[in-house]
């Protein structure tokens, strides 16, 4: 099984740019997150989602947009980057919210100049 | 707001010593995790501890916890160079589908 697929691994954009990091996992989880991992601060959760089309905010929301139209896919939209956005950012799932660990994706690591 | 403490945060040792990492929570759950991240990687699940009590064994690492008093112990046996990487707790709050997270504590084994 490929698990949880991110792409793609590394991205500059310049500010005000927008793109899409892309997350796809195989293995039917039900709960699919997106973190954002800074140094010093450790993981931030962006947003979730508990189903398709069941999405909700996390800790740090602002500036990004989610969707999640298949259970497979569940993709984050940087509306205008910001150099703020600057981090390494993992996508996440589990089999059910409660009870389950996290399968981390390999993460993205985006600079926004 | 619920706040989770590790300490400590940097941790060095010597290949076969033992060593305990701490994870203090400031509210109340039952519910805790420990991952495992190597440099430049990303994060891999160690241990669930779903209730008070809870031990948990792999290798040379055990988990623990105790929830009255709101704390989770990572215990490293005879620790061995690989064992060198940064260990996460999250805690479920269990008010909505949202773990909060450690700063993490980094490892560095030395022979």
């Known amino acids: 099984n490929a698990g949880v697929t991110q792409t793609p691994k590394f991205q500059v954009l310049k500010t005000g740019q927008s793109m899409t990091l892309q997350c796809a996992q195989d293995?039917?989880?039900?709960?699919m997150s997106w973190y954002r991992q800074d140094p010093g601060m450790g993981l931030r959760l962006i947003h979730y989602s508990v189903g398709a089309g069941i999405t909700d905010q996390g800790e740090v929301p602002n500036g990004y947009n989610v969707s999640r139209s298949t259970t497979e896919d569940f993709p984050l939209r940087l509306l205008s980057a910001a150099p703020s956005q600057t981090s390494v950012y993992f996508c996440?799932?589990?089999?059910?919210?409660?009870?389950?660990?996290?399968?981390f994706g390999n993460g993205t690591r985006l600079t926004v100049t | 707001e619920l706040k989770v403490e590790q300490n400590p945060l940097f941790l060095s040792m010597q290949e076969g010593k033992n060593y305990t990492i701490y994870c203090n929570y400031s509210?109340?759950?039952?519910?805790l995790y420990w991952y495992r991240q190597d440099p430049g990687k990303s994060l891999e699940s160690l241990f669930v501890l779903l209730s008070n009590g809870a031990v948990k064994q792999e290798g040379r690492l055990m988990a623990s916890l105790d929830t009255k008093a709101r704390l989770s112990t990572l215990h490293i046996t005879a620790a061995v160079h690989d064992l060198s990487a940064t260990y996460f707790c999250a805690v479920d709050t269990g008010n909505n589908r949202k773990l909060i997270w450690g700063l993490g504590t980094s490892l560095a084994v030395n022979p």
């Open positions: 509210t109340t759950s039952d519910r």
């Open positions: 293995m039917n989880h039900e709960y």
């Open positions: 996440a799932s589990s089999y059910s919210w409660n009870n389950s660990p996290l399968h």
